[in-house]
């Protein structure tokens, strides 16, 4: 039966969840250079009317549809057919089907989103979109159905909160495909590619921090007490992230940065985002401060690997990510959440494995395809821009305009 | 005449100025610039990752002054421009040929 008090929630959730993908635009933009600054907005901004059209006539179906051997949903709910008013008894029975619907369509608009971290500053607009869209249906689709949609890794008891494994692995690996397949910037090792507007990427942060708890605080798909756990281990992984990162680069570097607070806070939001509805405020500060430590190690190590994710999308979403998916696998209570399950310092160590055996085939999958789909999209349609045109920048050579007149 | 080009740093361009108006120099085009100097640049860090910025911006005075009045001005100039740390900057004086007021037509020194 339709609760006005969840119904409420999640609407306004789906509504935060929206305001991400425009804020993870402004998180990146700031990153970039001046001459690509309306380029990097446009990449994100433009998933949400592409994703959505194809959420709805297509992803949504494939994702939620009724479960097919395990590995997609059934076309039954294609263009919405069968998604109204009522509630859907498999997914959330105190809501609207449409409310259901468009809450799961803004993760799968932001998800996509998040890989042009990875390739900022370099990408023609048309091979991406086409990349971006296959991508949605080759990967989010199905991995969003194995774990949420009533597919395979669900049914084995691997447990994914809110995206740790279906938004932020995926697109992580995608991520590190990407900047291995399209290849490092122009000038990459030689030039410096020094962030143009710093307090864009703390708005961005910001306002990425507030959508979060729409994110995870929704994934209970209730106005519940599992809303109210995923809320505050949210606040208290981001902080404890955003702490984390400041005390080490601080003690690493010599000073605390701006960026690094920044980036620690979207470390622990990403981290803890597998785990939010399923473990205890303490362990949700100690997610947070791995998120903190491991994601600022792997952002590091990308400059020892040598390849250019421009703005770490992989040191940061696709680690906090399997962070947070292995954290949960450890630190999961069902004294928490009774519908979770406990994790391996509870003495569980098979949901422990089945967390590990989620990361090895939703990674292995994403890696795979993903790598398909870019070195056909090149073939067919270069995905790196012309030389010359890099030089000018995406703005101009892209989308013919400038974001800032001298 | 002797044109005077004055580089120094963002912030004391006010105190400059104070000093050359004080000698009752009338007129002075000021741009940003950048460049480096045995200063060299600075260092900047992103996410753990130095980056070394070469030319570091500076302000550039330029202001045209009797001949006389020279070594007041480039006195005066130094001292409010001084740090004593290095990257304070550099005045150079130049011979200026004639100066011509457009508004008016007169020229060498009446037009200054």
Same mark, same amino acid.
């Given at each position: 039966?339709?609760?006005?008090?969840?119904?409420?929630?999640?609407?306004?959730?789906?509504?935060?969840?929206?305001?991400?993908?425009?804020?993870?635009?402004?998180?990146?933009?700031?990153?970039?250079?001046? @001459?690509?600054?309306?380029?990097?907005?446009?990449?994100?901004?433009?998933?949400?009317?592409?994703?959505?059209? +194809?959420?709805?006539?297509?992803?949504?179906?494939?994702?939620? *549809?009724?479960?097919?051997?395990?590995?997609?949903? *059934?076309?039954?709910?294609?263009?919405? $057919?069968?998604?109204?008013?009522?509630?859907?008894?498999?997914?959330?029975?105190?809501?609207?089907?449409?409310?259901?619907?468009?809450?799961?369509?803004?993760?799968? %608009?932001?998800?996509?989103?998040?890989?042009?971290?990875?390739?900022?500053?370099?990408?023609?607009?048309?091979?991406?979109?086409?990349? $971006?869209?296959?991508?949605? %249906?080759?990967?989010?689709?199905?991995?969003?159905?194995?774990?949420?949609?009533?597919?395979?890794?669900?049914?084995?008891?691997?447990?994914?909160? /809110?995206?740790?494994?279906?938004?932020?692995?995926?697109?992580?690996?995608?991520?590190?495909?990407?900047?291995?397949?399209?290849?490092?910037? @122009? *000038?990459?090792g030689?030039?410096q590619f020094i962030?143009?507007?710093?307090?864009?990427? %703390?708005? &961005?942060?910001?306002?990425?921090?507030?959508?979060?708890?729409?994110?995870?605080?929704?994934?209970?798909?209730?106005?519940?007490?599992?809303?109210?756990?995923? !809320?505050?281990?949210?606040?208290?992984? &981001?902080?404890?992230?955003?702490?984390?990162?400041?005390?080490?680069?601080?003690?690493?570097v010599?000073?605390?940065t701006?960026l690094?607070?920044?980036?620690?806070?979207?470390?622990?939001?990403?981290?803890?985002?597998?785990?939010?509805? !399923?473990?205890?405020?303490?362990?949700? %500060?100690?997610?947070?401060?791995?998120?903190?430590?491991?994601?600022?190690?792997?952002v590091l190590?990308k400059n020892r690997?040598?390849?250019?994710?421009?703005?770490d999308?992989?040191?940061?979403?696709?680690?906090?990510?399997?962070?947070?998916?292995?954290?949960?696998?450890?630190?999961?209570?069902?004294?928490?959440?009774?519908?979770?399950?406990?994790?391996?310092? !509870?003495?569980?160590?098979? !949901?422990?494995?089945?967390?590990?055996?989620?990361?090895?085939?939703?990674?292995?999958?994403?890696?795979?395809?993903?790598?398909?789909?870019?070195?056909?999209?090149?073939?067919?349609?270069?995905?790196?821009? +012309? +030389?010359?045109?890099?030089?000018?920048?995406?703005?101009?050579?892209?989308? $013919?305009?400038?974001?800032?007149? /001298? | 005449?002797?044109?005077?080009?004055?580089?120094?740093?963002?912030?004391?361009?006010?105190?400059?100025?104070?000093?050359?108006?004080?000698?009752?120099?009338?007129?002075?085009?000021?741009?940003?610039?950048?460049?480096?100097?045995?200063?060299?640049?600075?260092k900047e860090v992103y996410r753990g990752a130095e980056y070394q910025?070469?030319?570091?911006?500076?302000?550039?005075?330029?202001?045209?002054?009797?001949?006389?009045?020279?070594?007041?001005?480039?006195?005066?100039?130094?001292?409010?421009?001084?740090?004593?740390?290095?990257?304070?900057?550099?005045?150079?004086?130049?011979?200026?040929?004639?100066?011509?007021?457009?508004?008016?037509?007169?020229?060498?020194?009446?037009?200054?």
């Amino acid at each position: 039966m339709i609760q006005s008090g969840d119904t409420a929630f999640i609407l306004v959730s789906a509504a935060l969840v929206l305001l991400m993908t425009p804020a993870l635009a402004l998180f990146y933009a700031g990153m970039v250079r001046s @001459k690509n600054v309306l380029g990097t907005i446009m990449q994100s901004i433009i998933m949400i009317s592409l994703i959505t059209l +194809e959420w709805i006539y297509l992803g949504y179906s494939l994702s939620f *549809g009724p479960d097919v051997a395990g590995v997609i949903g *059934g076309l039954n709910h294609l263009a919405l $057919s069968g998604v109204t008013a009522a509630p859907s008894p498999d997914y959330a029975p105190t809501i609207p089907h449409l409310v259901f619907m468009i809450y799961q369509c803004m993760f799968a %608009v932001i998800t996509p989103a998040l890989i042009t971290g990875a390739f900022a500053e370099r990408v023609r607009f048309l091979p991406f979109i086409c990349f $971006s869209v296959l991508w949605s %249906v080759l990967v989010y689709n199905p991995v969003c159905h194995w774990i949420w949609g009533g597919g395979f890794l669900g049914a084995m008891g691997v447990l994914d909160f /809110a995206g740790g494994l279906v938004v932020h692995l995926t697109c992580g690996v995608a991520a590190l495909v990407a900047c291995i397949v399209i290849g490092p910037r @122009k *000038g990459f090792g030689k030039r410096q590619f020094i962030p143009h507007n710093l307090p864009m990427t %703390v708005i &961005g942060t910001g306002l990425l921090w507030f959508g979060w708890f729409g994110f995870n605080g929704g994934s209970a798909l209730a106005a519940d007490g599992i809303a109210a756990t995923a !809320f505050v281990s949210t606040h208290i992984a &981001g902080m404890t992230g955003m702490l984390t990162w400041t005390l080490v680069e601080w003690y690493h570097v010599g000073k605390p940065t701006t960026l690094g607070a920044c980036s620690g806070a979207i470390a622990g939001l990403a981290t803890i985002t597998p785990a939010a509805g !399923f473990v205890s405020p303490n362990s949700a %500060v100690l997610i947070g401060l791995m998120g903190g430590l491991i994601c600022y190690t792997a952002v590091l190590a990308k400059n020892r690997f040598g390849y250019d994710d421009s703005l770490d999308v992989v040191g940061i979403h696709g680690v906090g990510g399997l962070v947070g998916t292995i954290a949960l696998g450890l630190l999961a209570s069902t004294a928490v959440n009774p519908g979770g399950a406990d994790g391996l310092f !509870f003495g569980n160590a098979s !949901f422990f494995l089945s967390q590990l055996t989620g990361i090895g085939v939703v990674g292995g999958y994403t890696l795979v395809v993903s790598w398909v789909l870019l070195k056909g999209i090149n073939a067919f349609s270069p995905l790196r821009m +012309e +030389e010359n045109d890099e030089e000018i920048g995406m703005d101009t050579s892209e989308h $013919s305009e400038t974001a800032y007149q /001298a | 005449m002797k044109k005077l080009e004055i580089i120094t740093r963002n912030h004391k361009l006010d105190d400059v100025k104070e000093a050359l108006t004080g000698l009752g120099i009338k007129g002075m085009t000021v741009t940003e610039v950048k460049g480096f100097g045995r200063q060299g640049g600075h260092k900047e860090v992103y996410r753990g990752a130095e980056y070394q910025v070469d030319f570091v911006p500076k302000i550039k005075i330029e202001t045209v002054v009797e001949e006389g009045i020279v070594p007041q001005a480039v006195e005066a100039v130094s001292k409010a421009a001084r740090t004593g740390k290095v990257g304070d900057g550099k005045i150079f004086i130049s011979p200026v040929d004639d100066v011509v007021r457009i508004r008016t037509g007169e020229s060498g020194p009446d037009a200054v």
